[in-house]
């Protein structure tokens, strides 16, 4: 059986971290922006230290599960560390956009805009399904 749990976790926190949609620390010219749909390589990196700590205490010290199968006493890493990679890559403007502003995809743009967001959300949630429920890849420490 699937667990949704870090699924549904995961991509929440895609959501709600991804620097401008909500908010950007620190942004272009104040410390906290609202809803500027601007990003920059500063940001993406404190968003994704917020994202690490965030799904670590929703994963691994609450332990979220949706329709669990199974349980185990090890902690499981794979969740966290394919969440924050995807995170980290798939932040529209960092390495690419799609939707972009001029083009239909842009590269190194550094903006986002709604519709990017909404489709880069969708690209996380498959490949973050495909490696966590599809391959069942976990990565357990002793």
């Not at 922006?33 to 990196?45: A, D």
């Not at 799609?98 to 949630?125: C, D, R, W, Y």
């Not at 495909?130 to 890849?137: E, K, Y």
């Amino acid at each position: 059986m699937s667990d949704w749990g870090p699924v549904f976790v995961a991509v929440v926190l895609f959501i709600l971290l991804t620097p401008g949609l909500l908010i950007q620390i620190p942004g272009k010219s104040r410390f906290v922006e609202f809803g500027n749909f601007q990003t920059s390589g500063v940001s993406i990196l404190v968003h994704s230290v917020l994202y690490f700590a965030l799904i670590c205490i929703f994963l691994l010290a609450i332990g979220v599960h949706i329709f669990s199968g199974f349980s185990s006493a090890m902690a499981d890493w794979a969740p966290v560390v394919i969440g924050v990679v995807l995170f980290v890559l798939l932040q529209p403007g960092l390495l690419f956009q799609f939707p972009g502003h001029h083009k239909q995809l842009e590269f190194g743009s550094m903006k986002t805009n709604g519709k990017a967001i909404a489709v880069h959300t969708l690209i996380f949630f498959a490949l973050y399904c495909i490696f966590i429920l599809a391959l069942h890849v976990h990565i357990y420490t002793g």
